[in-house]
């Protein structure tokens, strides 16, 4: 993981474009990114989007997370702790024994 | 990688939810979590909420996150090489002696 | 605004694309314009974004509206009267003796 | 159409809120509001969001609609005309006889 960020970090280093690039603009980006890759299922089945356009699905996620990594790189996140602490939280949210096989969220009544 | 990416899933697994998980309704989860990232800053400048949510943005990116790597997952894309194939691209879609130090779109005129 | 949803939904029939228009797809779309409007900001100040894009903000934006008008048609919802009785409810979490003057939103403490 | 932003006018202006409505933050907040309303759809066949969720949907395509007029009023936009140029323009890249019954896009090959 850190020898990918140190990748992402050159490439915009070797552009010098960290001077664009605060958390707020960062965000915005990381959304259009995410509305990129769901661009690729639009007006299809989940099955057909696959089909027609997995490269593309790959390019877009691609950016999503090379976006994600700047901006935890920026804010001195660690990747790996953010998870696996987000992980924990989702866990205390979603008890296995209340919402195994649900997929209604933890704010809806039962 | 391997291992944060098997953490997700078994976090997962434990619920049953791969059900629900098509990959059409994953990428709308992820742009909805993009939101939510992005909602950290709303009516804010970047370093008020740097300095008022760094918590909530750690979380949030987090959740991008791991959509990404269920997503990645789910369609067999490995999330290191995409990562690397993406940056090659674009560093062919933004060469440096074209792009240092503009924050151009490769699509805009000089 | 009669009139205007009129022309919308006349535009879709000539073309056939009722067929293809269920609201999550409609609302998906309605995403990816809003998406595609945040994009004539991005890595620009408002004002640099204004002065350089003003016709595609406005291209965007109609983008939006018709998106916004073609599922409030096909889930019969008057569009007129819901934006008013959202202003109210609006004004209810946002009682002006309160929130005056500040960007605060309603679930944050004073 | 005129007398209903200029109530949306109003609400706003007796909040003193204009102050943080750059159109860049407007943009943003207008994404947020249309992620809003695609959660409405998640995890969701489109028939069961709407089953349970139209009151929901309702408010929130409001939001989106009342960012939209105050963006549109805060730019010069007339939405009437916004709308109606955007139709010819997608008229253009859609001619009824290329696109009737396909869900193809314009930048897609036949």
Excluded: C
Aim: proline residues 2%.
């Amino acid at each position: 993981m850190d020898d990918l960020i140190n990748k992402i970090i050159a490439f915009r280093d070797e552009r010098d474009w960290k001077q664009f690039h605060n958390p707020k603009d960062l965000a915005i980006s990381l959304t259009l990114e995410a509305s990129e890759l769901l661009e690729t299922f639009q007006w299809k089945s989940s099955e057909q989007a696959v089909e027609a356009n997995l490269n593309d699905i790959q390019d877009e996620l691609a950016d999503v997370l090379i976006y994600s990594m700047m901006l935890a790189h920026d804010l001195g996140i660690d990747v790996k702790s953010a998870i696996l602490q987000k992980l924990e939280k989702n866990a205390e949210k979603y008890p296995i024994d209340k919402f195994k096989g649900t997929s209604r969220k933890y704010t809806e009544a039962e």
